[in-house]
Every structure is written in C-alpha cells, then in structure tokens.
C-alpha cells in the first residue's frame, strides 16, 4: 500500500525546535514534489513549504521563511522540515503530501483529494 507517514511531532516550548519526517513506502519519491502544510483548529489549511522535484527548488510562507527548512534525502525515501525557533502560532497538525504537479496544486491550494498522495498528518503544540 502506497503511502506518506509523517512523524515527529510533539510539545515543544516557544524558541525551541522540532524536526518532522515523512517517509514514503510503497513509492518512490524521487519522481515527485513535496509540500508540507498544516492546518490549526478553526483556521484554514496553510501551505508551509514545498520542494519541487525537478530542481530542488524550495518555496515557504512568509510564516515560516527564515525559520522552516525543507529538505530531502531519497536515499531514505523521506523528506524533511526543520522547524526552528518555534512560535506558538506554529501549533498545528502538519501534513505531507506528494504530486507530481505539487508546485501547480500548491500555487493553487489544492485540496488533500487532488494531491496524489496525502499523510495522516503529525501534531506540533508549541506551548511553554
């Protein structure tokens, strides 16, 4: 079964840092973009950043530019975010999804439906 499994999340306290995994099985990256979003409760989803599979292009959200760094590793099968310095506006669950359109659907704000594959999403509480 073809998949996105996103992890570690967890309760980080204000400046402090976390680093999200989503791994593929079932599938190979490689051929695909990337994009992390997250959505908090009440709010909209949230496009957080994404890697283009082409080049390797990154985008972010002014949210997070200068504090959020994507990146991946297709020897492992798994792309990254770096979060540092968190805030607790940051508190969301996050979500990975994959496409091979990813930069369209992400210009776009797709919805997780369109996207190839879509993760179950991982919960990032940034509270002291």
């Known amino acids: 079964q073809a998949q996105l499994v996103e992890s570690g999340g967890g309760l980080v306290q204000p400046g402090g840092s976390l680093k999200l995994s989503c791994a593929a099985s079932g599938f190979t990256l490689d051929s695909y973009g990337i994009g992390w979003f997250r959505q908090a409760p009440g709010k909209e989803r949230e496009g957080v950043s994404c890697?283009?599979?082409?080049?390797?292009?990154?985008y972010y959200s002014d949210s997070v530019r200068g504090r959020f760094t994507i990146s991946r590793d297709n020897s492992k099968n798994t792309v990254y975010l770096q979060m540092n310095n968190l805030k607790p506006e940051d508190t969301a669950v996050y979500y990975c999804?994959?496409?091979?359109?990813?930069?369209?659907?992400?210009?776009?704000?797709?919805?997780?439906?369109?996207?190839?594959?879509w993760g179950q999403g991982t919960q990032v509480t940034v509270s002291s």
């Open positions: 890697i283009v599979n082409s080049d390797g292009v990154t």
């Open positions: 999804a994959a496409d091979t359109e990813l930069l369209r659907l992400w210009e776009l704000g797709g919805e997780p439906y369109e996207f190839d594959y």
